[in-house]
C-alpha cells in the first residue's frame, strides 16, 4: 500500500538535501534544543524533522519529542513508574523507548539503568513501550519481567530488546542482571525472537530500516555501562533480514574491548557502527556494505577512536571521534574524511558538539553539546545552510576555546554501539 503523507511531512517537503559528493562540506546553522542533562540526549530524527531524545528532570529522566521549537514529554504518566526514554520516532509520531512500571522488579535487576545512572528509581520493572495519540502502551517481552524498544519505521514495526527468564551463566557476579535477554522485532502486534550469534546468549536489535532489515549485535552479558546503556558486552555486528542472521565481520578484534556492534542502516541497507580493532586496545568506525564488506573509517585527524551512529539514504555518515584522553568530537564524514562538525557551525556558537547522534534525508543532525559556559550538556539540531558548501573554520574558533572535559560526566554518545549509541 502506498504511503500517505503525513502533515507534519508535507509542511516540510522540498527540504534540502545535502550533497554526499560535494569535495566541500556544507556550513550549519545550529539549533539549541535545550539542557537535556546527563541522562538525556537526542536520539532519531526523522525525515520531517520529528526528534525523540530524553531530558533528565532533577533526579528522573523522561522521553520527550521534539518539533519545530517545541518539547513534548511523553514520559508522564508513561508506565506509572518515575524513569523513561524515547529511543525512537517515526514519521507518522509513533515513539518507542523504555519506561518503568509501578510493579517492583522481584530480582532487583535495574535492567534499564536507571539507578545505575544515579536516578531515582523505583526498583520496578522496565518495559519497551509504543506511544501514539498521548498514549503509552508496553510491548510483550519473552516471560521476563524487562525490555526496551530501540527504533519504530514507517511501517510501526519495532526492534529492541527483551529478557526471558533462563538464568545468564555470563553475567558477572556482582551485577544486578540475571536473564538473558534477546534481540526483538515486534510487527502487529506479535512479538519474534531474533536470532543471535551461534554461542552468544544475549542480543540487541539497534535499528530498523522502512524495508524491515534490522541491525544490532549479540555477545555476553557484562556490568550496565552508562555509555551503552545496556548490559551487553556485543562481540558480533549483526543483520537480520527475514529472520535469519548475517555477521559483519570485524575490523581486527574480538570483542573484549568496546565491543563490535551495528548501530544504524539506511535504506539501501548500508550499515554503521563500532568494531575493536587488533588487539582490542582501540575501536573505530565502520561502513558495512554488500559489495565491500566492513570498512575502516578511521577517526577525526588526531584523534584515536571513533564510533559510526547513522548513515543516511545518500551515505552521509556521523558519529563520534575520540582523542586519546576520551574528549568526544561530533564528525561529519566529507568524502573519504571525517570532519569535526564543530569546524562547519557559526565560530560564535555557545555550544560545542560533542556527538553526533543522528542525520536524515535532509542533512539534518541531531546529537549533544556542551554550553561552553557552564558545562550543561544541552541537545542540539545542525541544519545544512542552503547553498553554502564552503569548508568550515576551525574546530575551536577565537576566543572559544574547546571546553574542558575533566569534570564532565560523558553521557551516552550514541544511545546504540560505542553507546546504545
Not at 18 to 41: I, K, N
Not at 80 to 108: C, I, K, W, Y
Not at 337 to 360: K, Q, R, V
Request: aromatic share 8%; charged share 15%; with cysteine.
Amino acid at each position: 500500500m502506498k504511503h500517505r503523507q503525513t502533515i507534519l511531512e508535507i509542511l516540510v517537503a522540498g527540504g534540502l538535501f545535502a550533497s554526499l559528493a560535494s569535495a566541500q562540506p556544507p556550513r550549519f546553522t545550529v539549533t539549541d534544543l535545550g539542557v537535556v542533562g546527563a541522562a538525556g540526549q537526542p536520539f532519531v530524527l526523522t525525515n520531517n524533522s520529528l526528534v525523540s531524545g530524553a531530558v533528565t528532570f532533577g533526579n528522573t529522566v523522561r522521553g520527550v519529542l521534539y518539533f519545530n521549537g517545541r518539547t513534548l514529554d511523553i514520559g508522564s504518566p508513561g508506565l506509572h513508574g518515575p524513569n523513561s526514554m524515547a529511543f525512537g520516532v517515526n514519521p507518522q509520531g509513533q515513539a518507542v523507548g523504555e519506561a518503568e512500571t509501578f510493579l517492583p522488579d522481584r530480582q532487583g535487576e535495574d535492567f534499564c539503568g536507571f539507578a545505575a545512572l544515579g536516578l531515582q528509581s523505583s526498583g520496578a520493572t522496565c518495559l519497551p513501550f509504543v506511544w501514539q495519540n498521548g498514549a503509552m502502551k508496553p510491548l510483550q517481552t519473552l516471560g521476563g519481567a524487562n525490555g526496551a524498544a530501540n527504533q519504530i519505521n514507517r511501517r510501526g514495526e519495532v526492534a529492541g530488546m527483551a529478557e526471558n527468564t533462563i538464568p545468564d551463566s555470563t553475567c558477572p557476579k556482582d551485577s544486578p542482571q540475571k536473564f538473558q535477554f534477546k534481540p526483538m522485532l515486534w510487527r502487529n502486534g506479535n512479538l519474534q525472537e531474533l536470532p543471535t550469534y551461534p554461542g552468544d546468549p544475549d542480543g540487541n536489535a539497534l535499528a530498523i530500516n522502512d524495508n524491515g532489515q534490522i541491525a544490532g549485535g549479540s555477545g555476553d552479558c557484562t556490568a550496565f555501562s552508562p555509555i551503552t546503556l545496556t548490559s551487553l558486552q556485543s562481540r558480533h555486528a549483526l543483520l537480520w533480514e527475514n529472520g535469519k542472521a548475517t555477521d559483519l565481520g570485524t575490523l581486527g578484534g574480538t570483542g573484549n574491548g568496546n565491543g563490535i556492534e551495528a548501530v544504524n542502516l539506511n535504506n539501501s541497507g548500508q550499515i554503521v557502527g563500532n568494531s575493536d580493532l587488533a588487539g582490542d586496545t582501540g575501536f573505530h568506525a565502520f561502513l558495512w556494505t554488500r559489495e565491500t564488506g566492513m570498512q575502516d573509517l578511521g577517526t577525526v585527524k588526531g584523534d584515536v577512536n571513533s564510533a559510526a551512529t547513522s548513515i543516511n539514504d545518500a551515505g552521509q555518515i556521523v558519529g563520534v571521534s575520540l582523542d586519546a584522553d576520551f574528549n568526544p568530537r561530533a564528525f561529519l564524514q566529507v568524502g573519504k574524511e571525517l570532519i569535526d562538525l564543530n569546524g562547519l557551525i557559526p565560530g560564535g556558537s555557545p555550544l560545542y558538539l560533542a556527538t553526533a547522534c543522528f542525520i536524515n534525508a535532509r542533512g539534518e543532525i541531531i546529537g549533544i553539546a556542551i554550553d561552553k559556559n557552564s558545562g550543561d550538556v544541552h541537545g542540539y539540531q545542525a541544519v545544512p545552510a542552503p547553498g553554502d558548501h564552503r569548508a568550515g573554520g576551525p574546530a575551536s574558533p577565537s576566543g572559544m576555546a574547546t571546553p574542558s572535559f575533566e569534570n564532565f560526566r560523558k553521557p551516552p554518545f550514541l544511545r546504540y554501539g560505542m553507546s546504545r549509541h
